[in-house]
């Protein structure tokens, strides 16, 4: 008699994301206060990626100082990385609160739509952000001539639009772009199922091509800034010793630690989650190496602007509401430069 008692107990305990539905999915709540802090924490995540990438995006539209080629590609970093902070972290906290999808199989489609695009873009936005920083290092004295801000406008809007069209070519062949094409286990879930075939094109796409053109472009950049600082002291060693002053020759080791950075957190973010396609039965292991990818998202702002001087005067200007004042758009933000 007790056995079938706490038999209906753990019958009754069992939730569904509907109810009312016999197809419903049971739910998987995350329960505890080591859970709860860890939706809290990825929430502030989400929130500083939206505030960090917003700040990005209104320093660079308003002033017109700032309207150069480079700052239109971190322009296109920071706006995919907003979709990532606005749309894809929230939904994904939503789904690790229960397990479930309250939002039908047309916001799903949305959803994978929104996601792909954002990495995607974000990814190509890195790219191109390391092509103009190798032509500017290697070729500075045709920069200007090369790179032009029309030419990467026109640039910025090819970007999207392949991979707006790569995404819904590959959301429509993996059954994943309309609502009648996706099949679930049950009523309330959410998931991307890609085909083999697929998925190594996606991976040679977005992750093989642009991990390689930045791990070559900057070794390149690293070489020829280290040649550069190595000639700029040879000749200031040379005015040194007419004058007893010593050099340090620091040039080398700032570069290598940027692109080191660069480099690292690129690659810490974006390699596990490539294997986290083939590790589906370790739910856990797959969400945090998901997170990962999404984190870069908000490392991009960090990495790209935030240690810009004109980003942190910028960034004073829109917190004092200075903003709203006459003529703001064209104050300088460079006043060590005048």
Not at 5 to 16: A, D, E, G, P, R
Not at 189 to 208: G, N, P, T
Not at 229 to 241: I, L
Request: proline fraction near 3%; charged fraction near 10%; aromatic fraction near 14%.
């Amino acid at each position: 008699m007790f056995q079938y008692s706490n038999s209906n107990l753990q019958n009754i305990t069992v939730q569904y994301c509907f109810p009312d539905n016999n197809m419903s999915c049971k739910k998987d709540i995350q329960s505890g206060p080591g859970n709860v802090l860890v939706l809290v924490f990825l929430s502030c995540i989400s929130v500083g990626t939206v505030i960090l990438n917003l700040l990005v995006i209104i320093s660079i539209s308003l002033f017109k100082q700032l309207h150069t080629p480079t700052n239109l590609l971190i322009l296109s970093l920071a706006a995919a990385d907003l979709l990532v902070g606005m749309f894809v972290m929230p939904v994904n906290i939503v789904q690790m609160r229960d397990s479930c999808w309250y939002f039908g199989k047309m916001s799903c489609s949305v959803f994978q739509a929104i996601n792909s695009v954002s990495v995607s873009s974000s990814l190509c936005s890195l790219t191109f952000i390391t092509v103009d920083r190798y032509i500017a290092v290697c070729d500075p004295l045709l920069y200007s001539t090369r790179v032009t801000f029309y030419k990467t406008v026109l640039l910025v809007i090819l970007a999207w639009s392949f991979c707006l069209l790569y995404v819904i070519i590959f959301l429509y062949f993996n059954d994943l772009l309309l609502p009648s094409q996706i099949s679930t286990n049950c009523y309330g879930e959410c998931m991307m199922v890609i085909k083999k075939s697929w998925m190594i094109v996606d991976l040679v796409i977005f992750f093989l091509t642009p991990c390689s053109t930045i791990l070559v472009l900057y070794s390149i950049i690293f070489s020829v800034a280290r040649h550069q600082a190595r000639a700029v002291t040879t000749v200031k060693k040379g005015f040194s010793k007419k004058r007893g002053l010593k050099i340090s020759n620091s040039s080398e080791s700032k570069a290598a630690k940027k692109i080191g950075v660069v480099i690292f957190v690129y690659l810490a973010c974006y390699i596990p989650s490539v294997l986290a396609e083939s590790v589906t039965t370790l739910s856990v292991l797959w969400i945090l190496f998901a997170w990962l990818a999404y984190l870069n998202s908000s490392f991009n702002p960090i990495m790209y602007a935030i240690f810009y001087p004109w980003f942190r005067t910028s960034v004073k200007f829109i917190v004092t509401c200075r903003i709203f004042e006459f003529s703001s758009s064209i104050c300088n933000l460079f006043p060590t430069n005048v």
